[in-house]
């Protein structure tokens, strides 16, 4: 048998949900669950958080997603110099 991921359920903690089952079941424990309203995260449909800004400090789709921001601006950096020439060429006037 395969080992599966678990993850807890963010309306209850004593729910250990494998992950891939995660989308499903908080749809429906949302609906059985009458504490303070969580947000969702953007990152990560599956994260229900009271405090975005908290979570987002340990978010791991989060902060992936900073450093795949952090790799394209490197890049875009590394290409702007030849954008900025204004010789171009191939473009007829
Ligand atoms: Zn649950
Ligand atoms: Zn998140």
Redesign the pocket.
């Known amino acids: 048998m395969a080992d599966y991921e678990y993850g807890i359920?963010?309306?209850?903690d004593t729910?250990r949900?494998m992950l891939f089952r995660m989308p499903k079941?908080?749809v429906?424990?949302e609906k059985n669950y009458h504490g303070p309203p969580l947000k969702t995260c953007k990152y990560n449909a599956t994260h229900r958080v009271r405090d975005m800004e908290e979570h987002l400090k340990e978010c791991p789709y989060y902060l992936q997603s900073l450093d795949n921001e952090a790799v394209q601006m490197a890049l875009t950096t590394r290409i702007a110099p030849m954008l900025e020439d204004g010789h171009d060429v191939s473009t007829p006037l």
């Open positions: 359920c963010p309306y209850d729910h949900i079941h908080i429906k424990c």
